[in-house]
């Protein structure tokens, strides 16, 4: 069982910066793959990036890519999205994520979420 905290958020104005947070719990936060989604108001959950458990691999969303950044501190239990050149349309509900295999896989959803933190940006 993993539980998971998101830190971080706040109100930003576009093109400034965030560096959300994700603290876990338990002893084998290596042996988790991560991950960040969002979810805007009217709108879908969706994948915004993830990193492998040993930290070798990283996927972002298209809109995301260029711009944020993804890492985990595996000695901290903690894995971090720095996100950069924020726009209005990232504004969003994000939520931290783990799934218990080497790599988040694409169209399954993770095994374990956070509450979510809110990042609003503003024009």
Do not use: H
Request: hydrophobic share 35%; with cysteine.
């Amino acid at each position: 069982q993993v539980q998971l905290v998101e830190s971080g958020g706040g109100l930003v104005q576009a093109g400034g910066s965030l560096r959300l947070s994700c603290a876990a719990s338990g002893r084998t936060f290596s042996s988790y793959a991560m991950g960040w989604f969002r979810q805007a108001p009217g709108k879908e959950r969706e994948f915004v990036a993830a990193i492998s458990w040993r930290g070798a691999t990283t996927r972002y969303a298209v809109s995301v890519s260029g711009r944020f950044v993804i890492s985990r501190a595996n000695a901290q239990n903690t894995v971090y999205p720095q996100m950069n050149n924020l726009k209005p349309e990232d504004t969003a509900v994000y939520y931290c994520a783990a799934a218990n295999s080497p790599t988040i896989r694409i169209g399954v959803d993770p095994d374990y979420w956070g509450q979510g933190t809110q990042v609003t940006v503003s024009s």
